[in-house]
């Protein structure tokens, strides 16, 4: 149990005797009250719906300072490991707390690249969908059947099982996603090429074929490769507290991530990249720049229903700095393409100056998200729409599983159980039928 830093004492208007908690200092941010006696010692529960004010855990992994724009993995700025570092050098940090040596890298890479296969069932489990099911329906059903096929690493509370199972999951989500995308449009799976870098393997299991050599062009390696580092982690999000919540059962660490996956798919999450590039596609479509001003005035009527996607964080109050190393991202593709003029780039960049310099979304500390750009880079390289959230889950599975295996090692973890305000009927007999 850790020790108070300080104390506070929460006191009541209804007589009630005042209650003491300890207070915890992070490193940096916000301090913690810890309430974990509160219920056994006044019978309260607090209430905080959709976590505004609530540590879920200790962590030592991400931090953001959302009213800077601040995103550090294990101390690093964002900025630093998507500008020097790869995906893998990421990976490695994230998962053991430092970037490594070059034969530390070397032998990383080894590891997850040597388990980039899938058990060949893995194809006819695949064959089962349809063809025009969703990636995400498709990705949700293929790695929790990971746990089918890996037996040897389910353990949960055996560290050895969840190293392996951290490797296999980060390198096999890149052949699973591009098997999706395959099968989806007809052609025949790729299997994995061993001497091909983490992005650029993936760039020719999406798109290479059997019939020819596939040339990784290198600008669009590095722009995957970004947008892999930019997605790695990002401390307590939904998805990620979705597959805490999930591992505190003690469930094996496929079935978890298959939940994180789930999770990541809905709009306001991951699925916002694919939200983002149709909304611009619709936008596009009805007069593009010159609708921008019509299109801002529904999105700020609130009965329209309409949001801005890719605009609005829960924890950014100021420029997401991924938003920031995407657009430098999205230049450089569209550059290397000679697709400079791309007229959803012109657009996307409209709508940003627009939403920028409004009031509705200056006093909102409303700015754009990763999402907002990393769609137009996706399209651009070629991904289909629906593929971006696929992708999103690849990036992310290496901080999913090492926020998973931290909850794991830490003693004080126990299974995730929230409380409730019941607003419901009190007890009640059941009448019968004919009287009620
Ligand atoms: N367009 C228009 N209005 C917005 C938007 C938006 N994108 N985002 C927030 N607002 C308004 C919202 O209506 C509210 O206004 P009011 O105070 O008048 O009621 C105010 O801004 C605060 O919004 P909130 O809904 O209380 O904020 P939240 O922290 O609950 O939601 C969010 C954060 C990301 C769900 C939301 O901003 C949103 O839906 N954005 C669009 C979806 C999106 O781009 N999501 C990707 C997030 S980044 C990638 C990831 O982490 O997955």
Redesign the pocket.
């Known amino acids: 149990m850790k020790l108070a830093d300080y104390k506070a004492t929460i006191a009541f208007s209804n007589g009630a005797p005042s209650f003491e908690m300890p207070v915890y200092n992070g490193s940096i941010g916000p301090d913690v009250i810890d309430i974990r006696k509160l219920y056994g010692q006044t019978g309260l529960f607090t209430y905080d719906p ?1 976590f505004l004010s609530t540590a879920s855990c200790e962590s030592a992994i991400t931090y953001i300072d959302g009213d800077k724009g601040e995103l550090l993995y294990r101390g690093y700025p964002i900025e630093q490991l998507a500008t020097n570092c790869d995906f893998m050098e990421t990976c490695h940090l994230l998962l053991k707390g430092e970037l490594p040596n070059t034969k530390q890298k070397a032998d990383f890479s080894h590891l997850v690249t040597n388990h980039t296969m899938v058990n060949e069932q893995m194809h006819f489990f695949l064959r089962g969908f349809r063809r025009d099911a969703h990636p995400m329906a498709v990705m949700t059903g293929l790695v929790g059947a990971l746990s089918a096929f890996y037996h040897d690493s389910t353990d949960i509370n055996n560290p050895e099982h969840r190293e392996i199972a951290a490797i296999r999951l980060i390198a096999k989500m890149p052949t699973l996603v591009s098997m999706a995308y395959k099968y989806s449009i007809g052609q025949p799976f790729m299997y994995p090429r061993n001497d091909l870098s983490y992005a650029g393997n993936f760039l020719r299991m999406m798109f290479g074929n059997p019939c020819e050599d596939y040339v990784v062009n290198p600008v669009l390696e590095r722009a995957l490769d970004r947008i892999f580092i930019l997605h790695a982690d ?1 401390e307590q ?1 939904a998805s990620t507290s979705t597959v805490r919540l999930c591992g505190s059962s003690g469930t094996n660490p496929f079935a978890a991530i298959a939940a994180g996956v789930a999770c ?1 798919w809905g ?4 699925g ?1 990249n694919e ?2 590039l149709n909304m611009l596609e619709q936008l596009q479509a009805q007069g593009g720049v010159a609708k921008v001003g019509e299109f801002m005035d529904q ?1 700020k009527d ?1 009965n329209s229903g309409v ?8 924890v950014y109050k100021n420029y ?1 700095p991924r938003a920031t190393l995407m657009q430098e991202t999205c230049n450089e593709v569209l550059k290397e393409l000679g697709l400079e003029n791309d007229p959803l780039f012109k657009l996307a960049k409209a709508v940003e100056k627009i939403a920028l310099e409004d009031d509705y979304f200056v006093q ?1 500390k ?1 700015y754009p ?3 907002f750009y990393s769609g137009i880079v996706q399209r651009a390289i070629g991904i289909p729409v629906n593929m971006f959230t696929g992708i999103f889950a690849l990036a992310r599975t290496v901080g999913w599983i090492a926020q998973l295996n931290e909850m794991i090692a830490d003693p004080e973890y126990k299974i995730g159980r929230p409380r409730q305000l019941f607003t419901g009927s009190p007890r009640r007999d059941v009448k019968d039928i004919n009287k009620r």
């Open positions: 959709g990002h999000n990541l709009p306001a999450h991951g916002a939200a983002c999105v609130k949001k801005l996607m890719g605009f609005g964080h829960r997401d909102r409303l998200n990763v999402d």
